[in-house]
DNA sequence: ATGACTCCCAGTGGGAGA
């Protein structure tokens, strides 16, 4: 079983990028950020016609997610239960018995804005939500842009980003209190090339200096963690002629 | 360097992203 997460920066101009991808990777399942789609646009036809089923959760503007599979997915979830968010963030569905839930967690602006405190509010609502979920769904992977560099080693320059944005104390703190109910990093599964990184700038020729950071991931439950047999990030549609900042992360997983 | 790029909605500029 194949899981990708990409955060595309708008669908509506990623489209074919994202159907060129579906057609070599193959995966069964693929969690999309960043839509920027309200649900009347949301591409489902061009989806169809690729062999992918989907499920999506759009705004205008900003924000939406959406989770392509091969088989349909079931007990399908928009948002996360109980919390009350105009923006739309969450969709989570069960593929071939595993809990699938794609994120996009809030970017937070800067640590002392309040959006930052919507973000660390909205982290602390999405962990109860899925220490849940894992206890009803042991085989449960947690995907998507995370809008955290979760360590040092994730960070191109770790001195100048030190306390910024995806980097504070606090946003550490949460990765590490994701891993806390129980989920595992697939990336840190495996021997890792150094300065590997899923998201650069657009500016400064971020991505031809291979200036980044980690920020995209796939978490995955105890019961899971045995099957997965790789975790890689996808450099490849980085290098398009028009594409988005980040990379799609992957992750191959020895389950029917 | 409060920048640089890209996307969106707007409307000939500004917010947001990360």
Redesign the pocket.
């Known amino acids: 079983m194949r899981l990708a997460t990409w955060?595309v920066?708008?669908l509506?101009?990623r489209l074919p990028q994202v159907l060129d991808w579906l057609q070599l990777h193959q995966p069964d399942a693929l969690c999309l950020q960043?839509t920027?789609l309200t649900d009347d646009k949301f591409p489902h036809a061009e989806f169809t016609a690729a062999g992918y089923f989907a499920q999506w959760h759009g705004q205008?503007?900003?924000n939406g997610v959406a989770l392509l599979t091969r088989a349909p997915a079931t007990d399908v979830v928009r948002n996360i239960p109980g919390l009350d968010d105009p923006q739309a963030r969450v969709i989570a569905g069960t593929v071939q018995g595993v809990r699938v839930i794609g994120a996009y967690m809030?970017?937070g602006?800067?640590p002392d804005s309040d959006?930052f405190v919507y973000k660390m509010r909205w982290l602390d609502a999405l962990r109860a939500w899925v220490a849940t979920e894992a206890r009803t769904h042991p085989m449960l992977a947690l995907l998507g842009?995370y809008?955290i560099a979760p360590e040092d080693r994730d960070v191109y320059d770790p001195v100048a980003w030190a306390g910024q944005?995806?980097c504070t104390p606090q946003e550490r703190a949460h990765f590490r209190g994701l891993i806390e109910i129980g989920l595992h990093d697939a990336f840190r599964l495996f021997e890792q090339p150094p300065k590997s990184w899923s998201?650069w700038?657009?500016?400064?020729l971020a991505f031809r200096r291979n200036q980044g950071?980690r920020?995209d991931h796939i978490l995955v439950t105890e019961a899971l963690r045995p099957a997965v047999v790789s975790c890689t990030i996808d450099k490849l549609p980085r290098k398009n002629e028009?594409p988005s900042?980040?990379a799609p992360v992957v992750a191959e997983l020895s389950v029917p």
């Open positions: 955060n920066n708008s509506a101009v960043e920027k205008k503007t900003y809030p970017n602006q800067a959006k842009d809008n944005i995806l998201w700038d657009y500016r400064n950071l920020i028009r900042d980040h």
